[in-house]
């Protein structure tokens, strides 16, 4: 009986408790390599947003400047208040007549 306590001591200190904290130590590494990925990731994410709102920021003021010059503008507005000057005048043509 003696042996066979001898047996399960020197079984758990020479071959489980290595193993167990070899195992512990590659989880534990495992999960720092883990959480290390994942901030890198976040930070790429966080990079690729912010240089897809400054190109959007870009391209929108490209468009801006090219498709919509001062003169255009103007053009359209003074055709916008020319149509709204005859629709005034239609609708005040009823009320004049009554």
């Known amino acids: 009986m003696a042996n066979l306590a001898l047996d399960w001591t020197w079984w758990l200190s020479a071959v489980e408790l290595p193993v167990l ?3 512990f130590w590659m989880i534990q590494r495992q999960r720092d390599r883990a959480e290390h990925q994942i901030a890198q990731l976040q930070a790429e994410h966080r990079a690729a947003i ?3 709102r400054a190109a959007l920021s870009d391209y929108k ?3 801006a400047q090219r498709y919509a ?3 255009y503008l103007k053009d359209v507005e003074t055709r916008l ?3 709204l ?3 005034e005048a239609k609708l005040d ?3 004049r007549t009554a």
């Open 21 to 23: 904290a070899g195992l």
């Open 50 to 52: 912010t240089a897809t």
């Open 61 to 63: 003021l490209e468009v």
């Open 69 to 71: 010059s001062i003169g």
């Open 81 to 83: 208040t020319e149509h």
């Open 85 to 87: 000057l005859r629709i």
């Open 93 to 95: 043509l009823p009320a």
